[in-house]
Structure formats: C-alpha cells, structure tokens
C-alpha cells in the first residue's frame, strides 16, 4: 500500500489538503495496513482508558442504464476509521476519518477524547467483572476475485450485449450492474493483538455482485425482469438474464383483467424469496415469548419464569409443510455471511417443524444459560422438489404464474397475513398451458398459509437479493436459495394498473 | 469648427474623465472591501424572537440541559444519597431568565387554548404564576358543562404541571386536587387524590403537607363502608391497593420518629404500634399487616460463603444489628450493565452497595449478610458453574469495600423446559423461601433489587422499606437501646 503524504509545512491556518490517498492499483485495505492503522491510533491516545477502532474499506464500480442508454458509470472506494476513546473520570467519546496519515489519525483521537470530555459523564471501570469471552471465527470465504476484478469496460461491454438484444426488436431497457468489495476490522486497545473477543472483529473481507433489468415495449403494456446477485459474478450470466427480460415483456404484452379471487399460483424463485421475507422478519424468539408474532402458542400458567407466566411458543411443533426445510450455513459462501464467532449450522424448519427462532446474546444468557446469540434467518437455504416450472404449469388447470411481488406490507403480525402487487410478468394458465397474460393483482395472504398449501417444488436457486453497503452498516445480508413453488387457494384481492 | 461641437467635445471629455475617475474609485474601493477580513457573524440566539410556544419550551430545556452538564463537571453525585429537597429549590437562574424572556411576546388573556400545557409551564419557570393561573382558568372556562371528562382531563394536566415543575407548586396542586374531591367525588376517588397529593407531598420532602393530606386519607378510609373496601376501586387504588394506601398515610401521620421512639423501647412495641395502628384504619386483623415486622429473621444457609470463614457463623449475628440484603441478579445484563466494562450505566444496580456503603461506614459494628441464589449466568461470562458464579460476584462486590458484609450463595435448584425451547426455569432458593412471608411478602420480587431487611440484635425483623434517613434513625436507636440494656418486651 502507498500512502501519498503531503508535508506538514502548511501555512497555520490554512486547512491542509486531504492526505489519505489510496494509490491507484490497490482499492481496499490489507489485514496488515488495518492493523498498523490500529496500533498508530493506539498509540496516539492520551489519557489511559481503552480504545476501539473500526476500520473498514470499500470498492464499489457501478453501471446503471435507462431507456437503452448508460446514465452512469462509476468506481468509487473509501475507507471508514471510527475510533471510541473511554477515558477514565471523562466520559465515553467518538470520532471518524477516512484520512490515515499521522496527523489525520492524531487529530481524530483528539477529537474522540474531546467529546469524550464534553459528555460530562465521568467513567470508571465498574471493577471485578469478567473480560469478554474469546471468540473463535467460522472460516468463510465469501470474496471473488472476478468480481473484485470486474473492470468499467467490462461492466459496459456487459451493459451493451444486454442493451442491444432488447433495442433491436425496439424495447426499452433498463438495468443495474454493480460490483462490490470490503474489508472490515474492529479490534480494542485492550488485546491489540489478539486473541480476540467475541465483540472483536479479525479483518475479514467480502465482495458481493448484482445484476438486473427490465425491459418494456414502447407502449407500456409488457414488462419483463429478471436479475441475480451473488459474492462471485462468475455465477452471474448477464446474457441469460437479458434474454429472459426480454421474453418475459414479449409475453406479458396486452394483458387482460382478470376477476381477483383465489387461484393456484406457480411462484418463480424470486416470488417465493420475496414473500419469504415477511417470514424472515417475524423469526424473533423474544417476541414469541411476549406473546407476539405467529410463533407465540399460549400462556403456560403451570410455569413461572420470575414472576411471570410462560408463553410457550411453536418451537417444536409442525408449523408448514413437510416438506420444507429452511437451513443457514455459514460455510455457504453464496449466503454471503460475514464471520462471527457463534456461528454454526442452523435449521429453522426442519421437515416443516419449527425449529429455532433468533435471539440475542442477552437472552442466551439469561433464560438459556448460553453465551451466543443465534441469528435470525439472514441468509437461508429453503429444500424444494425436482418439479419444473414447466411441469408445474403442465399439470395446472387454471392457475396463475407470477414472476415477482413488490411493495409488500405485513398487516397482521400473528399470521402474517400481508398484502403486495404482482410486477413484471403475470399469466393465466388454463389446461396445462399459459393462455394469456394477465394485468397485475394485488394480493392479500399470508406466506405462512402459502407454505402450508404447497403442491409441487422445484430445484432451489439463488435469487436476487443484494443489499448495498451491508457490512459497513452492520446489516446483515439476506441471500436466499429457493425453488419455486405450487400452492393452492392464493388470495388476490383486487387488479393494479401497473405493469 | 462651430461652437456647438467644440462645446459638445469639451463636455464629453469631462463625461469620460468622471467616468473614468469614478471606475478607478469603484475598483479600488471593491478591492479594498475583498480584503476585508471575514468576521463571524453574531450567532447569539435571541430566545425573545421565538415566536412559537413550542420553540420557548424547547429552547428553556436546551438552557436546562446546559445547566445540569455544567453542574456534573464539579460533582458527580453517584455515591450520594439523593436530595428530597431538591425538587422545591428554584431552577438556576438561566432558565428562569430564558423562560421569562421567551415567554414575554405570550399574553394569557390571548394565548391559543390549545398551547395552555406547554404555556403553564413555561410561565412557571419564568415565575409568572398568577399567569399560568389565567391561562388554566380561561381553559377550564372554555369547557361546557357537559364536559366533565375533559374538565378532569385538564386539571389532571395541570396537577401534573404543578408537581412535576421545579420547584414544585404544591400549593396549586392541593387547591385544584382538594376542590375536585370536594365537589362531588366520591369517598374512593377523594381518597384517591388525597393520596395523590400526600405522595408528591412526601416525595418533594413537604414533611408537614404529606402528614396534613395523610390525616385526610384516613379519614376518609375510616369513613368507608364494607362494600367499598371490597370494591374494585378500592383494591386496584395505589400501585398495591386501597389498604396499602391507608397503610402510607397511616405510616406519614405517625412518622419515623414515633416509630424510632417505640423501637428505642422495644421491636415487639414498634410491631405492635403499627399492627394496631393497621388493624384500626384498615379493619384488618393485626396479623394481616403484609409486612414482617416483628417476625424472627430466619439464619441463612449457604452453599458458598464469603469470606469463607463466615460459613460457620450464624448469620444474622446474633448480639449485632444485622442487614440481610437479597441479591437479585435476574436482570444483572441488560437492566443493570451495558456490555463495556467501562460502564457508566450501572448506577442503577450499585446504587445497592453505595448505601450499604455508607451504612457500614457509619455503623461498624453492623453485620451486612449479601445472600445470593445462583442463576446460571453472570454478565458475558461462559455459563458458570454455581461456585464460580459465587466467586464472580464476591469479585465484583468486594472493591466496594462494605465493611462486615459477607455474601452467602445457594446453588438455586432449576429445571429447563423440553427442547427446542429449553428455557431455564429457576425455583426459589431455600433463603428466599425462608424470607417470604405469608401471601404477600417474597424477598425476590424477581423485578430488581429484591428484598432488604433490618434485623435487631435480637433476630427480630425491624425495617423493610430502608428510606435513608429513617433507616440511620432506627439503626441508632437499636445500638443507644443495646447500650441502655437491649431489648425491654425480651427481659
């Protein structure tokens, strides 16, 4: 790594140009660069107490297009330095650079102590308290170096070769091309070194590729879409998918209303994700516990936890359909899980039972006499069948196959019965075959009711879900592997205007 | 060449010579202003500007906030008991002088109705309290007289303004709350906000308003039938109930140093005083008091003990007065500590052995018994074994020097419920079963400090309820008693 330095010899009183400055050929930091960072910055604290530094770095190059015609192409990268200084009988202080010269750095922990002292809220280590567990990370390996490596050429060839095809039969494309790549660092003053503590994280790094598009005719009354994201864009084929867009707007050209009501549905892959995620979301065991969500039972007035009656919840019970088993496995790099030293192999349903619900490491401790938190389903695997989509709409008398849904909203946190629209391809299968397409429905069903009428599986795949900058803010990514589906008795409630 | 253009010319030269002269002067003059220095504009808020009611109350509140930071910086009261006079001393002037001059543009007579809360307040700060009157007064004025709801909805804002503002306005609190009960509520209800006004009373330290409003509680609680005792509002009243609020006032009227008074004589006469006293106003039998006192204080067993010689001891020591102190670690994390060992946050959960602190520092003698029944965790330490979850606390709670306080852990017996779900579900530790006392009465309330008990020289159970000032007073009478010749009602 070359840092470009200015000298010090500025005029008092002049702001200083910006001296961190990553030379051209290296985009993100080394496990080595994070940690002289650190040990500089530790070094530059005065006042005793401890000093946590979170060092993360990033390489972001994107294209995006409109109407047949790129509207933005661009390689950005910066790199984050938060330091907290917890100065004894001051206070608890923070402050962020992107700057990593002594000076910047100096002046950083300055100001971190500075506001530490203008907390007004002296601290002392509350003593005889036991030092934090040490953690031992999961070896993942979810970084590429094809995408690491995907140039702005590249990004635009790619663009062009999906562009053309649509603008040849006279469509109008949109689309997203994005590679990403990090590295995040957190460690304390107190094991500079290691071995580090479960609230420590060793220097790990991560990349994470997207591609997706639409197309649409020139009169608005078709629209396909389809895309995909993954850690490695080798397994992204940008071809495929743009000839999938453009076959879906083709066929989803001069819909017809149909009466909302209850239809069998094929659900895509990327339908089932997205209705997956109301499920997702609703995975916390405390809530369960409280009596809320679709996981609580009932009061247990025989037990007694404190003072307070139990609530039992469904863990155990068989709650979807047999044939559904959802997993995490951190090893499984296209999950995209970053490493955390509690990570294990985990089945949320197994075989349709219930299985585990998220927690935090408070709870752990408290009720289970544990010291782990166990995450929630960010990042699963969901079993499926051998059914083809084909087969599934072969053996459909009348049904619907849906591409996608958006916009969706939970509106009832006990069944999760949620509400959302059909978008980019919608069509009416009568007697084995796609008969027509369909103008967009709203629905209104629970995935839970969804996956407990459930017909045909297929082959699980990956799916679209990208979510950006995760890891520099702390959210945890949700890549999903899911087959598409059969289910009976879908409830669509009303028709949308939308494509 | 004619006269006219020979004129014509001369007067042009002049035109551009002044309009040369004039482009040098402007150029040297706009010159002159870029190198004036950049000077920084005055950013002085002028909080008389302010033209919104809420922009006042925000803006008297930063000024509030600056004052309480500025105040830590010389003293951080962690250790300290807390002040009950606090509440009626005057907010420091730069409060008082930003409210009064923020709320200068606001006229009482014309202010929105619908700003009255906010506006109260504000006049109170600014100490423009015949103000804040009007306003209340013009409010209660715009209310129909169908509107009885909303009327008690409005002068419960303003009891709540009046004893929540510092310093506190008890005088307007009792004027509003004593006209409500005298115009037309019922017994409970009057009942209910005598008690109201005792407790905001005793709690601002308004000794004598708190014993007054008391007297008014239990008169009215004497005046109660059998069926109103027995009603829902009379049950659900207080946070504990009708009788427990009968028992506050009971216990203001006849004050601590009535109480310290009989203790000097013995504890079986101090027990007695406030069974009777009990029995009297509530129409309960004496020994429904659901409180301990006069009980013998059961000997602690222990699995582990700390120091590890007091194992053989008796404890409470017989011959000492004796603190028997309940750990109750069920929300050690979260509630009380915060994941860095750095925190600040645990004033909550040390605020416990600060008092003890004190204690033992003003009484030597005393024989402090910490008793703990192990949960299975402690903070983010691995799950610990019971003996290493007793050494964790004997670790934690010795820097804070207690003198003559040992700690006692029982392994709690437990059980989990079946997997999947596997949660621990504890059973109550021998100690905290010994230390329960009929129905009502459990050491481990289970919803944070847990049960803390005064035990005389004599193992009889003196104090539960440890409000500073009168705990030190009973205390002392115990000790002046032993010196005097112990316990009378035992010889």
Redesign the interface.
């Known amino acids: 790594m070359k840092i470009r330095t200015t000298s010090s010899g500025t005029a008092r009183g002049r702001r200083a140009e910006p001296k961190r400055l990553l030379a051209d050929e290296e985009r993100i930091l080394t496990k080595e660069e994070c940690e002289a960072i650190a040990r500089r910055i530790f070094a530059f604290a005065r006042g005793g107490g401890e000093t946590q530094v979170q060092i993360g770095s990033w390489t972001s190059g994107e294209l995006r297009w409109a109407r047949n015609r790129v509207s933005l192409a661009s390689e950005r990268r910066d790199v984050q330095i938060e330091i907290h200084r917890l100065v004894p009988d001051k206070g608890a202080g923070q402050a962020s650079t992107n700057q990593f010269d002594d000076e910047s750095l100096e002046s950083a922990v300055r100001s971190a102590e500075r506001n530490a002292a203008a907390e007004h809220r002296p601290m002392r280590p509350t003593p005889g308290l036991p030092a934090w567990p040490i953690g031992t990370w999961p070896q993942t390996a979810i970084w590429s170096d094809s995408t690491y490596n995907l140039s702005t050429e590249t990004r635009g060839e790619v663009a062009r070769s999906v562009i053309e095809p649509a603008e040849a039969k006279g469509y109008l494309s949109a689309g997203y091309i994005e590679a990403h790549a990090g590295t995040t660092m957190r460690v304390s003053s107190e094991r500079p070194a290691g071995p580090y503590a479960v609230v420590d994280v060793p220097y790990s790094k991560w990349t994470q590729a997207q591609c997706s598009m639409t197309v649409r005719d020139q009169q608005g009354s078709g629209s396909g879409w389809s895309g995909l994201s993954s850690y490695d864009w080798q397994s992204i084929d940008p071809a495929t998918l743009g000839a999938r867009a453009i076959q879906k707007c083709e066929a989803s050209r001069n819909p017809v209303v149909l009466e909302p009501g209850r239809y069998t549905v094929i659900l895509e892959p990327q339908a089932v994700a997205n209705l997956m995620q109301v499920i997702v979301a609703s995975m916390g065991r405390i809530d369960a516990e409280s009596g809320g969500g679709p996981w609580t039972l009932a009061v247990d007035d025989a037990v007694q936890i404190g003072p307070q009656p139990v609530w039992r919840t469904k863990l155990g019970l068989k709650v979807i359909d047999e044939r559904i088993t959802i997993d995490h496995d951190p090893f499984d790099p296209r999950l995209g899980v970053l490493p955390q030293p509690w990570m294990e192999p985990l089945t949320f349903f197994d075989k349709g039972v219930l299985m585990n619900l998220e927690y935090t490491r408070d709870y752990a401790i408290t009720y289970l006499d544990k010291n782990a938190p166990r995450r929630g389903m960010w990042g699963y695997r969901m079993s499926g069948g051998t059914t083809s989509v084909d087969e599934m709409i072969a053996s459909t008398q009348r049904g619907l196959l849906v591409t996608r849904f958006s916009d969706i909203r939970n509106l009832d946190g006990g069944s999760l019965l949620s509400t959302g629209l059909t978008r980019d391809g919608l069509w009416l299968i009568e007697h084995g075959k796609i008969s027509k397409a369909v103008k967009n429905l709203r629905f209104t069903e629970s995935p839970l009711f969804v996956l407990n009428s459930i017909e045909q599986l297929g082959v699980p795949v990956p799916v679209f879900r990208p979510v950006r900058n995760a890891y520099e803010q702390g959210i945890p990514l949700t890549p999903a592997i899911v087959p598409p589906l059969k289910a009976r008795d879908f409830s669509f409630t009303s028709t949308i205007d939308a494509i | 060449m004619p006269t006219f253009i020979c004129q014509h010319a001369r007067w042009a030269s002049h035109r551009v010579a002044h309009f040369a002269a004039l482009c040098v002067a402007l150029t040297l003059a706009s010159s002159a202003a870029a190198q004036t220095r950049f000077a920084w504009p005055d950013t002085t808020v002028d909080i008389s500007k302010y033209t919104t009611v809420d922009l006042c109350l925000a803006a008297v509140q930063r000024v509030r906030e600056g004052q309480i930071?500025?105040g830590?910086?010389g003293v951080?009261r962690d250790t300290m008991p807390s002040d009950p006079q606090e509440p009626l001393r005057p907010l420091p002037a730069p409060v008082a002088q930003a409210a009064t001059r923020c709320v200068a543009r606001f006229d009482p007579r014309t202010a929105k109705l619908t700003d009255f809360a906010q506006l109260m307040q504000l006049y109170l700060v600014a100490d423009r309290d015949a103000d804040s009157k009007a306003l209340l007064d013009r409010r209660l004025a715009a209310i129909t007289t169908k509107g009885t709801r909303e009327r008690i909805a409005v002068e419960d804002s303003a009891v709540l303004i009046y004893l929540s503002v510092q310093p506190r306005r008890l005088d307007a609190a009792e004027q509003l709350l004593v006209a409500r009960a005298r115009g037309g509520a019922d017994r409970l209800d009057r009942m209910a906000l005598y008690y109201r006004l005792m407790d905001a009373a005793r709690q601002a330290g308004d000794t004598s308003r708190s014993r007054r409003v008391a007297k008014w509680v239990v008169a009215v609680a004497d005046s109660l039938t059998s069926d109103e005792r027995e009603s829902d509002k009379f049950t659900r009243m207080g946070s504990e109930g009708g009788n427990l609020v009968v028992f506050a006032a009971m216990f203001e009227i006849v004050g601590s140093k009535t109480l310290t008074d009989s203790l000097r004589h013995s504890t079986k006469a101090m027990a007695n005083l406030l069974r009777t006293m009990w029995s009297q106003f509530t129409k309960e039998r004496p020994e429904a008091l659901p409180f301990p006192l006069g009980e013998r204080a059961p000997t602690i067993t222990g699995d582990f003990w700390y120091p590890r010689e007091a194992s053989g001891e008796k404890h409470p020591a017989p011959g000492h007065v004796s603190i028997v102190e309940f750990v109750d670690a069920?929300?050690l994390?979260?509630a009380c500590?915060n994941?860095?060992?750095?925190?600040?946050i645990?004033d909550y959960c040390?605020s416990n052995w600060y008092f003890l602190r004190r204690l033992s520092n003003r009484f030597p003698g005393l024989d402090i018994t910490l008793v703990l029944g192990t949960?299975?965790?402690?903070?983010?330490?691995?799950?610990p074994s019971p003996a290493e979850e007793a050494e964790?606390y004997h670790?934690?709670?010795?820097?804070?020097h207690i003198k003559g306080t040992v700690l006692s852990a029982t392994a709690r017996p437990f059980w989990n419920?079946?997997?999947?779900?596997?949660?621990?579900?504890?059973k109550p530790a021998p100690n905290s079963v010994a230390y329960s006392f009929g129905k009502s009465f459990s050491s481990e309330?289970?919803?944070g400090l847990g049960g803390r008990y005064l035990v005389d020289q004599d193992g009889l159970i003196v104090d539960v309820f440890f409000n500073e000032s009168a705990t030190f007073g009973f205390i002392d009478a115990l000790i002046q008693r032993e010196k005097a010749g112990g316990d009378r009602a035992s010889k």
């Open positions: 930071a500025f830590r910086q951080w069920s929300r994390y979260g500590m994941d860095s060992p750095w925190s600040a645990s040390v949960r299975g965790n402690f903070l983010h330490a691995p799950p964790l670790n934690w709670i010795d820097p804070y419920l079946p997997e999947p779900d596997g949660r621990r579900v504890d309330q289970g919803n």
